[in-house]
């Protein structure tokens, strides 16, 4: 994984609704290392890091330095990197880097990988890339790679769904 990789774990941690383990498994699909293992403990234990990294885009959306860099320092405090390297897994080498000792739980883990990964996107997107849906039903935060930065919606279905909405509001009003 690399930095983009760990900053698509935060995002995603931060918009799930992390219910049960089945919901903290759907948040980790990319990383199945990760998802195959999390237990009841693990969702305990990044529901508060989840918390933790929708304050940190919260602050991000608002243009709050202070907040932001209050927040990520406490989430890399929290969830220091403790770097290993490996070889592979399943009989492949392929050399990488692991966040944490991929003895401890997953939460462990996947808490330093979000905490690197937002501090990273911070550093090379500043406060200008991130955003919040806005669908009023929605509340999803996204990071805004469109060229002009125009990005208002976190999907095209929330968009479609809110472009739709007021269409037929006009022309009830026509």
């Given at each position: ?102 003895a401890q739980p997953p939460a462990t883990e996947v808490a330093a990988a979000a905490a690197w990964g ?50 037929r509001s006009r022309q009830r009003g026509a």
């Amino acid at each position: 994984m690399d930095n983009a990789d760990y900053l698509d774990v935060a995002v995603r941690l931060a918009n799930a609704d992390l219910t049960d383990v089945s919901t903290l498994q759907e948040a980790l699909y990319a990383e199945p290392w990760w998802a195959g293992r999390v237990t009841a403990h693990d969702l305990v234990c990044l529901r508060t890091v989840a918390t933790s990294l929708r304050a940190v885009l919260a602050a991000a959306v608002a243009r709050d330095v202070a907040a932001v860099e209050n927040a990520v320092n406490t989430l890399l405090e929290n969830h220091p990197l403790r770097p290993r390297l490996s070889s592979g897994h399943d009989d492949e080498p392929n050399w990488h880097i692991h966040v944490a000792d991929t003895a401890q739980p997953p939460a462990t883990e996947v808490a330093a990988a979000a905490a690197w990964g937002i501090a990273q996107g911070i550093v090379r997107l500043g406060l200008d890339r991130w955003g919040q849906c806005a669908d009023p039903t929605c509340g999803t935060y996204f990071v805004d790679t469109s060229t002009n930065k125009a990005k208002r919606f976190c999907s095209a279905r929330c968009a479609n769904r809110v472009h739709v909405a007021a269409h037929r509001s006009r022309q009830r009003g026509a």
